[in-house]
């Protein structure tokens, strides 16, 4: 035969792309497990931003749907679904540590056998509590600057009770879906070349999370932490339990439900 099978031709280029992503998506958890090893403070920094820029959405996020809560509701929640997406592109584009992101990256890096499970939980630690401390700064600081706190006490009060009452299986499934769209978004960051098609695939797969209702563990510690100093105590006991089931479903969505099939798919046998 001398001409090429265009279907094999076609299928070998798409194996040759996904073996590529694996390899970066296992070259960059290389690269965090060794900023987290060597560099602890420059990681944990990083951490603490990431945090900062979950925050920053929230408050763009929550502050528009607030604006529109007593007059044009489901455009408020559309518009603060939308713009709440800017937290991934700050993210990705600036760079930080995101506990989210990092299950999906950590879990393929120990999948590849470029990381040790060790390497993988420190990271997860590390940007977790990184995360929080962002998120409980900027959080209390937009509190105590007093500023919307009058529409943002009557918007709170209007969806806090209810994303607490929440039943367990209920949040560890939303932690779950919520984590597998969030690490679809780092991982299409990861993909295309163009900074305009990132941007809109990302702003399309989280305003999808969070026009759902699926639970984001870090978001959670802004939204946590300002409805605690706005309107009182909210619940200790339904917080810490929102916040340990939604942190295990987001570790199931990124690290089981998105990454371990990107690694089968990719396996050359």
């Not at 939308?82 to 989210?100: H, K, P, R, W, Y």
């Not at 916040?243 to 439900?257: C, H, K, S, Y």
Request: hydrophobic share 50%; with cysteine.
């Amino acid at each position: 035969m001398w001409f090429s099978n265009p279907l094999k031709s076609y299928k070998t280029k798409e194996k040759i792309m996904l073996y590529s992503d694996i390899d970066a998506i296992s070259l960059a958890a290389v690269n965090k497990a060794d900023i987290c090893n060597n560099h602890p403070v420059k990681y944990f920094i990083r951490s603490i931003m990431a945090g900062f820029y979950i925050v920053v959405a929230t408050i763009l996020s929550n502050v528009t749907g607030a604006v529109f809560f007593t007059t044009y509701p489901q455009i408020g929640r559309f518009l603060s679904s939308l713009l709440f997406s800017i937290a991934i592109v700050l993210v990705v584009f600036l760079g930080g540590e995101l506990f989210t992101g990092n299950n999906m990256v950590m879990a393929m890096g120990v999948y590849t056998g470029k990381c040790k499970v060790s390497d993988m939980i420190k990271t997860w630690g590390m940007s977790y509590v990184g995360n929080f401390a962002g998120a409980f700064i900027l959080s209390s600081m937009l509190v105590l600057s007093g500023a919307s706190r009058t529409i943002l006490t009557d918007y709170y009060d209007s969806f806090i009770y209810t994303k607490l009452s929440a039943s367990s299986m209920e949040l560890l499934l939303r932690g779950i879906l919520c984590n597998f769209l969030v690490c679809l978004a780092v991982y299409t960051g990861m993909k295309l070349k163009s900074e305009s098609g990132k941007m809109i695939i990302m702003f399309c797969v989280i305003t999808a999370f969070v026009i759902a209702g699926f639970e984001h563990c870090v978001a959670n510690m802004g939204t946590f932490t300002i409805g605690y100093m706005l309107l009182g105590d909210i619940g200790t006991f339904s917080v810490i339990k929102s916040q340990i089931l939604v942190t295990i479903g987001n570790i199931v969505g990124g690290a089981l439900l998105l990454s371990l099939p990107l690694k089968l798919m990719s396996d050359k046998h």
